[in-house]
């Protein structure tokens, strides 16, 4: 029980340190609003193989959208 408090009062804090960063940069979206666009990052990760049998591992970030840049979140 004590690991699931722990893990809501982390994300209450999370939730508020990104609705403070929108709000600073003069944001007044909704939290939906804000998760649904943040969702839009994303991660592709994929394995090559080499012709001597082995594989190669390529993990590239999206480009991300601008008003994440404006507000200074990294991937």
């Known amino acids: 029980m004590d690991g699931h408090i722990f893990i809501s009062v982390l994300a209450?804090?999370?939730?508020?340190w990104?609705?403070?960063k929108f709000e600073a940069a003069?944001?007044?979206r909704e939290w939906k609003t804000i998760r649904?666009?943040?969702?839009?990052?994303?991660l592709v990760s994929t394995w090559v193989p080499l012709?001597?049998?082995r594989t190669d591992h390529i993990c590239k970030a999206?480009?991300?959208?601008?008003f994440r840049k404006k507000l200074?979140?990294?991937?």
Do not use: K, M, N, W
């Not at 649904?36 to 994303?42: C, D, E, F, N, Q």
């Not at 999206?62 to 601008?66: G, I």
């Open 12 to 16: 209450f804090h999370l939730l508020s």
């Open 18 to 20: 990104v609705r403070q």
């Open 26 to 28: 003069g944001d007044t």
């Open 36 to 42: 649904r666009l943040l969702s839009t990052h994303g």
């Open 51 to 53: 012709s001597d049998g």
């Open 62 to 66: 999206s480009v991300p959208q601008a």
């Open 72 to 75: 200074g979140l990294r991937a």
